[in-house]
């Protein structure tokens, strides 16, 4: 069974023991190498070319000392081709002990290929948005269907498109979308269609390639394949959107496309009848005006509030009664466009509206999509942490192992022990960024999950700076800790990594070396921490900029240094939910200073430790 798992898998598995013997090559290694199983198994594959051997090796040292490592490196071929791989490298173990390693390799182009599907998923579903919001601005059901079945055929790619209503046992084609008109208000069985077929699975969307020919659609000619999606109305079934395909094939993301664009189909749909029902139905005009979970508000021709619903006080927290014969608290998009407006509270606001022809007046709609909005920013910032700040301590950790591989006999012990040490400290911390980083993206926190505890800031500092002197020749480090610097609350690990960040900027923006100066003292009851270079320093307009997300200072010798412009807003992130604050400051006598100021311990209880 396991030899079947590992030739059916489509990366190339190759496990070798610590002395580096092939102990597993399977279907996919020799299809990716060249070398057969019975070529390499009891002996050293051949597949690291010379020049990367350093690397090789550093990389098998990280994961026998905890941990995985994943790199983008490149391997020999049997035909003398070397290859653009990426590289998933994990410890092999008996019981506690480390026997080996099992090594992962698929090629970069399936990375730019799965790179290539995410944003082509993206495009589609940013413009499903936009879609969503046209739909939904119109307020006439013909209008509705149209739009929905003409927008099936842009989302999925189909050759063409209709919506079904189901009315009792029957179905009724009530839209169509590049197929020739006498084709509407054509009706067939519920039971015998694929509607039905669909409903009997209990699933809302179902890919059907046989038996076309006998079904209504048979039409379009090259009829291959149908996808089908159902729309729901206050959780029932109440029609279909149908894509046809005659050309192209329809995949996973196709289906995605579709059960989302009829689960807006539905709602669109409902809106429009409710609507339709209101002005032909004053009578149960506010049962459907009151019972909307929508914001929904009536308007006079110049533009007053004559209704206002419950669902509206609420969404703006202006009353009835405020509102009414005024204007409403949001700026109104033309009908048929859709305007996001951000209320004084904090809460955003998608506002459509359309006009009521027998009246004049102007019913408008609008809901809360504040939690729509926060989600994609905690998607961006979870995604650019992993992305950026992962990056430190895997830095970190590989250039000590590296450097214990190049210069081991000419270390002394101590400086051997210490390098251990600090790779096993930046182990420990990548560890447990990563369980912090995982907690905040399961909560979908406003603002990043750190603790609240008393720890020796002096410890940490020490931690920090211990070995930076041997990863460059043309910097000197001096630290200064002020005795008896009190500790301080926070989270010890968010410490660690904006220390490690203003660390790492002292060296980026200070190419021509010079002295990095470490210091911390009391201050106005808390404690600071500094951090002085001799660099390029930092222009005063941008001395706040620096801290926003993806900016980059476009003036000056900084820019030259590149990077995505998130180290420093991460940095102050971490800082300010411990309480803390972090900013920058010109340094006497050129340079840059960053100065992080943290609350001391000794000031929260009488029973703090203090150092």
Known sequence: MVRAVLDSSPNAVVAIDRDQTVLVWNAAAE????????????????????????????????VRTGGQVSLRTKRARADGGVLDVRADISALRVGCATAGYVCVYHLVQADHAAKSRLARRARLVRRLTDVVGDINAELELPAVLDRISASLTELTGADAGGFVLIEGD???LVSTYRLPDS???????????????????GRT??????????????????????????????????????????????????????ELLAGHAGIAVGNAVAYQEAVRQRAH???????????????????????????????????????IGGPPPFPLPGPGEKVTHQLPS????????????????????????????????????????????????????????????????????????????????????????????????????EEQVVGDEPFDLAERLHAATLGLPVLSDRHRIEVGIAVGLPWVMGDPLATDIVLGQLLENAFKYSPQGGLISVGAWRENGGVVVVVDDEGVGIAPADRERIFERFVQVETGDRRRFGGVGLGLYIVRSLARAQGGEVSAHPRPGGGTRMKLQLRSASTIGSDTPVR
Do not use: Q
């Open 31 to 62: 299809a990716l190498f060249g070398w057969s199983a019975a070529d390499v198994l009891g002996r050293r594959a051949p597949i690291v070319p010379e020049e990367l051997a350093a690397e090789h090796h550093a990389a098998l040292e990280r």
């Open 205 to 258: 969307v179902l890919l059907e390639s046989a038996g076309l020919d006998r079904l209504v659609w048979a039409r379009l000619k090259g009829l291959h394949t149908i996808a089908l999606g159902l729309a729901a109305v206050g959780g029932r079934p109440y029609g279909a959107l149908y894509a046809l395909f005659a050309k192209r094939k329809p995949g996973h993301l196709e289906l995605e496309l579709l």
């Open 170 to 172: 029957r179905l009724r």
């Open 285 to 323: 005009e506010r049962a459907v005006f009151d019972a909307s979970a929508d914001g929904i508000a009536v308007l006079d021709g110049d533009g007053r509030v004559l209704r206002w619903n419950p669902a509206a006080a609420e969404l703006t927290a202006v009353s009835a009664e405020e509102v």
């Open 183 to 201: 084709l509407k208000d054509a009706t067939t069985d519920l039971d015998t269609s694929l509607v039905g077929t669909l409903l009997r699975t």
């Open 346 to 445: 904090g809460r955003w606001l998608d506002v459509v509206c359309a006009r009521i022809e027998e009246t004049g007046e102007l019913v408008v709609d609008f809901r809360d999509v504040t939690a729509a909005k926060e989600l994609e920013e905690a998607k961006d910032l979870f995604l650019a942490t992993t992305s950026h700040e992962l990056r430190t301590p895997i830095t970190v950790v590989r250039g000590f192992a590296g450097t214990l591989d190049a210069r081991w006999d000419k270390l002394s012990d101590a400086e051997r022990r210490s390098a251990v040490h600090t790779i096993a400290e930046r182990a420990k911390s990548l560890g447990s960024l990563m369980d912090h980083l995982l907690l905040g993206a399961r909560a979908g926190a």
